[in-house]
């Protein structure tokens, strides 16, 4: 495969122990978490979608990396692609309410002109304050429970909406269109978490990048899954509605391995989102799904892969 | 203007002291120098260009950035698109070369996707550690000498070379396609240059943000300014070759104003390049050329401003 490979030869430059072999979604440098996320329009975001919306995605989903690693944030360097005047103010105004809404600072980075008709392309590399842990996705070991932050499937849901109508509005679209980084339940649980991710793809695929890297497997109980109210609306909580939330992606909720002896309630754990714990980790490797009715089928896609990534099993989101 | 306003928003985001304003070349934080640039196919590069140099360039120009502010570097993220096999091969061969050359790991970064046909677009932000002192653009004052680190006017000599024939090679278009940034040379002047950049976009409109920064002028002179042996045999060393030197651009020379009183034979210096004294900052603003033939009228550009940027006087590579 050629992006394996690309991949691969990147990986033999990433010889800084903080690259965490390109296998984590940010980098650790001295006390500072760091992360690079690009969005390009036509793959990552749709022309039909707001601009200011696409500005508040660009730091909400770098921003859910630092999360993940248990991060506060500290300053940003933008890369901007100079579009038509309404474009860019719209487009500066949601990077400006994300940056305003979790204290986040530009530090610098550069705007660029692209050639007439090219697709926008943007940049953004985020820099939070490590705590005194930074999970991994590695460190996970048999017999850690399995906890979501937040609920699964809302913004998939919401996509789907907009598929059918570009004119569809309500919760599901506004989750879809603004993610909220869970910084404060991510700082909470850094520093007890074995390991850490972000759910950006799907919980499916993430969990079985989490396994990968720890070197185990997983059980999950497919009814404990966390949805929304407004997620059973609109597609139910049946088996396939949970497949639809567990493969959907795009979701920012936080995935952490918890020691299993570990009380929960007794943790010092923001109000929202909810902590659910949706099963646990196993010897061996590979994902095993349950419900009431039984054992779950694996799906054929375990969630979003279309994005292109550094790492091979991770689009870095 | 519209590139004013999208700047002059952004501004309003860098509250933090290390963003010095969008102004300088790069950021601060904590003890760490970053900076982020960005390049695309048919602005920054030209399809005709060998994907190595553009690979090479990328990495060269974030880390001039790094030199201009004297700091060592520690590591890169980078956004990679991903192209046809051979040419994400040769980008990667070049990124590669300049890393080892220059002990620069890979710290993380994405790779993404661009839709079918759309100019490629790269992405790195560059990190290093600074030294005891990190010297901005706005230091300088009136009396201070100015002393260029490198030779003028190859790169632009080496493009205007391969404008005339794509098959052209030689010193001029090697210097064109893989810019030696000045790290060992920063390092050393950082602790003694009262303002100190990257000569990116041409020596007169670069000397002219560090004076408008400084809050002064400048006085140059012409008959003064290093050209290399390879320029002088292309070009000649008359008026006319020594504004093209200084407005050409891409030249990744460094520009530091230093006290008067400094005696710079004693500073512990590395060999190579050769530093040279092309005039002094003056009280008032604006930039006064003269040689041995008078005064020398300033030309209508002051150097390269095609490259849209986040600062309005600054092009950030």
């Given at each position: 495969m050629h992006e394996t490979e690309v991949i691969e030869r990147l990986r033999g430059l990433a010889t800084h122990p903080g690259a965490r072999d390109l296998r984590d979604d940010a980098a650790v440098l001295d006390n500072l978490v760091i992360t690079h996320d690009s969005v390009a329009e036509g793959v990552h975001f749709l022309?039909?979608?707001p601009p200011a919306s696409i500005g508040w995605k660009l730091v909400a989903v770098n921003l859910s990396d630092l999360a993940a690693?248990?991060?506060r944030p500290v300053g940003a360097l933008l890369s901007l692609t100079?579009?038509?005047?309404?474009?860019d103010r719209a487009i500066i105004d949601g990077i400006?309410?994300?940056?305003?809404?979790?204290?986040?600072?530009?530090?610098?980075?550069?705007?660029?002109?692209?050639p007439p008709g090219a697709p926008r392309v943007y940049g953004l590399t985020a820099i939070g304050r490590a705590g005194e842990q930074v999970p991994s996705r590695s460190g996970g070991s048999s017999g850690d429970k399995l906890w979501i932050a937040g609920t699964?499937?809302?913004?998939?849901?919401?996509?789907?909406l907009l598929a059918e109508s570009e004119r569809s509005t309500g919760a599901l679209v506004d989750i879809y269109r603004r993610p909220i980084p869970l910084l404060e339940m991510g700082i909470s649980l850094a520093g007890h978490a074995t390991a850490m991710m972000d759910v950006s793809d799907g919980l499916l695929i993430d969990l079985s990048r989490l396994c990968d890297a720890s070197g185990c497997g997983?059980?999950?109980?497919?009814?404990?899954?966390?949805?929304s109210r407004a997620f059973i609306a609109e597609?139910?909580?049946?088996?396939?509605?949970?497949?639809?939330?567990?493969?959907?992606?795009?979701?920012?909720?936080?995935?952490?391995a918890l020691p299993a002896d570990l009380d929960v309630v007794s943790l010092s754990l923001p109000q929202a989102p909810t902590l659910t714990c949706v099963g646990r980790l196993v010897a061996g490797s590979g994902l095993k799904l349950h419900d009431r009715d039984g054992d779950v089928p694996l799906p054929e896609s375990l969630g979003y892969?279309?994005?292109?990534?550094i790492s091979p099993v991770d689009d870095r989101l």
């Amino acid at each position: 495969m050629h992006e394996t490979e690309v991949i691969e030869r990147l990986r033999g430059l990433a010889t800084h122990p903080g690259a965490r072999d390109l296998r984590d979604d940010a980098a650790v440098l001295d006390n500072l978490v760091i992360t690079h996320d690009s969005v390009a329009e036509g793959v990552h975001f749709l022309t039909t979608d707001p601009p200011a919306s696409i500005g508040w995605k660009l730091v909400a989903v770098n921003l859910s990396d630092l999360a993940a690693k248990g991060a506060r944030p500290v300053g940003a360097l933008l890369s901007l692609t100079l579009s038509e005047n309404d474009w860019d103010r719209a487009i500066i105004d949601g990077i400006e309410a994300a940056c305003e809404s979790y204290s986040l600072p530009l530090l610098g980075g550069d705007t660029i002109a692209l050639p007439p008709g090219a697709p926008r392309v943007y940049g953004l590399t985020a820099i939070g304050r490590a705590g005194e842990q930074v999970p991994s996705r590695s460190g996970g070991s048999s017999g850690d429970k399995l906890w979501i932050a937040g609920t699964l499937g809302d913004s998939a849901a919401g996509l789907a909406l907009l598929a059918e109508s570009e004119r569809s509005t309500g919760a599901l679209v506004d989750i879809y269109r603004r993610p909220i980084p869970l910084l404060e339940m991510g700082i909470s649980l850094a520093g007890h978490a074995t390991a850490m991710m972000d759910v950006s793809d799907g919980l499916l695929i993430d969990l079985s990048r989490l396994c990968d890297a720890s070197g185990c497997g997983a059980e999950v109980d497919f009814d404990s899954l966390p949805l929304s109210r407004a997620f059973i609306a609109e597609r139910g909580q049946d088996r396939s509605a949970r497949l639809f939330a567990a493969t959907g992606g795009d979701d920012y909720a936080l995935l952490a391995a918890l020691p299993a002896d570990l009380d929960v309630v007794s943790l010092s754990l923001p109000q929202a989102p909810t902590l659910t714990c949706v099963g646990r980790l196993v010897a061996g490797s590979g994902l095993k799904l349950h419900d009431r009715d039984g054992d779950v089928p694996l799906p054929e896609s375990l969630g979003y892969e279309h994005r292109a990534s550094i790492s091979p099993v991770d689009d870095r989101l």
